[in-house]
């Protein structure tokens, strides 16, 4: 028996529809008898009768199980005790389901060795059965370094310090875990590295800071396309991966195949209903009016102001060009935190005098955050530049509604 497992707080009523997509595609790709998969679906009270019943009929569909732990029952005290720890979690644009997966040795029965984690932001475009027979032998975990999805682990906290290797650092959206092994002597250190990440907020990533803490030493690594990134996108070879869509990956590109997959799986579950049609029209609404409204505010904070930039190195030539700068303006590569510190410096001279547009990518929140940490405002001192991309610069369409994406589903 294969064992699958996902943590799932559905406080916004639609998570289970990625939960659900993740779980009907790896059930679709079974190619081992039926009823040699059981998913292990860890969850709170923010489940509701209509969404469990819907999880039910995909594994009914499938042949295959689903078995349903409410840990706000099973592991109160510990759920507790796991929250007051992590007290600042809520404010890092996480949600406690993906915590609930450190409480797997509490709630799985011991006759369950190990199980794979997914998150719900997946789609296993494979057959589970390849990674399940990945030998563990006497490792913790198994993961897949984010080195080999093209990311450099010194953009993490934990590496920046020498904590963890950079050629470690593994990203904990698909894992397999050796629970034999973490029952045993492992348990009281991993309690108290949870412990030590909770207590130091600069380890931003958290529940997966917590896992390469614990056990980036102690893991076998696995190859990229289990846990494929979809912001590697230069790349549209879809065939026998893991798709992980990283939270804010998935948009409505036509012609992207990573798009054209997630939305393959997710028309055939139950959520796909003409409640889906409405939304992505009421939101494309909303969000037409926004830019409109935010193309009117930086027209109006921009009388009086000159403007600077604050742009990856590899991107300046491309913001000279969309954004017609002119002799004078200053243009502040990013390359580095060094970078960052340049930024706040440039900022506390000018004295309001400037607008400074940022456009860094996925790195626009930690930069966000640090800004405001020094007082300055976005919206008043700096705006993300990104809002005004757009089809003919080279930019999907559909950037613009990826944040928005799960509002629409």
């Not at 909770?198 to 800071?209: G, L, R, S, V």
């Not at 409505?252 to 139950?270: E, P, V």
């Not at 029209?281 to 409109?292: G, I, P, T």
């Not at 991309?389 to 799960?406: A, D, K």
Request: with cysteine; net charge neutral.
């Amino acid at each position: 028996m294969i064992h699958v497992c996902y943590g799932l707080y559905d406080g916004t009523g639609r998570y289970s529809k990625f939960t659900g997509t993740s779980i009907l595609s790896m059930f679709e790709n079974v190619s081992t008898p039926p009823r040699s998969v059981t998913v292990h679906l860890l969850h709170d009270d923010t489940l509701t009768d209509d969404n469990r019943d819907k999880f039910s009929y995909i594994a009914g569909q499938y042949n295959q199980l689903i078995k349903f732990y409410n840990v706000e029952k099973i592991c109160a005290d510990e759920l507790a005790a796991l929250k007051e720890i992590l007290t600042d979690f809520s404010k890092r644009n996480f949600t406690i389901g993906t915590m609930f997966r450190l409480l797997m040795t509490k709630i799985f029965s011991d006759d369950i060795g190990k199980v794979i984690y997914l998150d719900s932001d997946t789609v296993v475009n494979l057959d589970i059965g390849e990674l399940w027979k990945i030998p563990l032998d006497d490792k913790t975990i198994a993961a897949v370094p984010e080195s080999t999805n093209g990311i450099d682990g010194m953009g993490f906290p934990l590496c920046k310090d020498g904590l963890v290797r950079a050629a470690d650092y593994f990203n904990a959206g698909v894992i397999i875990i050796n629970l034999d092994k973490l029952r045993g002597s492992e348990f009281e250190n991993f309690q108290a590295e949870i412990k030590f990440i909770a207590e130091n907020p600069k380890y931003i990533w958290m529940d997966q800071d917590i896992f390469n803490y614990c056990f980036s030493k102690n893991m076998v690594k696995l190859s990229s396309r289990f846990n494929f990134s979809v912001r590697n996108r230069g790349e549209q070879n879809v065939k026998n991966k893991i798709c992980h869509y990283l939270g804010k990956t998935l948009n409505l590109g036509r012609d992207d195949k990573f798009n054209r997959l997630w939305f393959k799986y997710f028309k055939k579950t139950r959520w796909f209903d003409e409640d889906v049609i409405f939304n992505f029209y009421d939101e494309f609404k909303q969000r037409d009016a926004e830019l409109k409204n935010f193309a009117a505010q930086v027209s109006a904070l921009m009388s009086g102001k000159s403007r600077t930039f604050f742009v990856e190195a590899m991107n300046i030539e491309f913001i000279k060009r969309v954004f017609y700068v002119q002799a004078g303006e200053e243009i502040i590569p990013a390359v580095n935190q060094e970078s960052v510190q340049a930024l706040k410096e440039s900022m506390k001279s000018t004295a309001g005098s400037k607008l400074y547009f940022i456009l860094i990518g996925i790195g626009y929140e930690i930069v966000r955050a640090e800004l405001m940490k020094e007082g300055f405002a976005e919206g008043r001192d700096f705006i993300n530049a990104v809002e005004f991309l757009s089809p003919i610069h080279g930019i999907p369409m559909n950037m613009y509604y990826e944040n928005s994406l799960i509002k629409m589903l």
